[in-house]
């Protein structure tokens, strides 16, 4: 199993931007899908983005699309989450996962999950 810690979340006004990062420790870092989602207050976990083991192919959810954008660095077990254009609605804890075992859209599917990272954005 991979061990994940995500950094990088904060406090920042709308329209601003923020990056997280997921880094990974244990078995072969590169060979894992890893996905970012995200819980708010009473709301349920939803899919972020994802990015395939060799980096190639991305997956953002509508929500996101044109504002974040998912990378990984394998050399650095490490990947990242860029939020542009920030809207109070991307206010969550922001979960990095890895090693799915189903679609990647569902958050049961994942296996490894990292403590999460709290995003705040203000007006």
């Known amino acids: 199993q991979v061990q994940l810690v995500e950094s990088g979340g904060g406090l920042v006004q709308a329209g601003g931007s923020l990056r997280l990062s997921c880094a990974a420790s244990?078995?072969?870092?590169?060979?894992?899908?890893v996905g970012w989602f995200r819980q708010a207050p009473g709301k349920e976990r939803e899919f972020v983005a994802a990015?395939?083991?060799?980096?190639?192919?991305?997956y953002h959810a509508d929500s996101v699309k044109g504002r974040f954008t998912v990378s990984r660095d394998n050399a650095k077990n490490t990947v990242y989450l860029q939020m542009n254009s920030l809207k109070l609605e991307d206010t969550a804890v922001y979960y990095c996962?890895?090693?799915?075992?189903?679609?990647?859209?569902?958050?049961?599917?994942?296996?490894?999950w990292g403590q999460g990272t709290q995003v705040t954005v203000s007006s």
């Open positions: 244990g078995r072969t870092f590169s060979s894992y899908y």
């Open positions: 990015t395939m083991s060799s980096g190639g192919s991305t």
């Open positions: 996962a890895a090693d799915p075992r189903g679609s990647i859209y569902y958050s049961s599917s994942w296996t490894s």
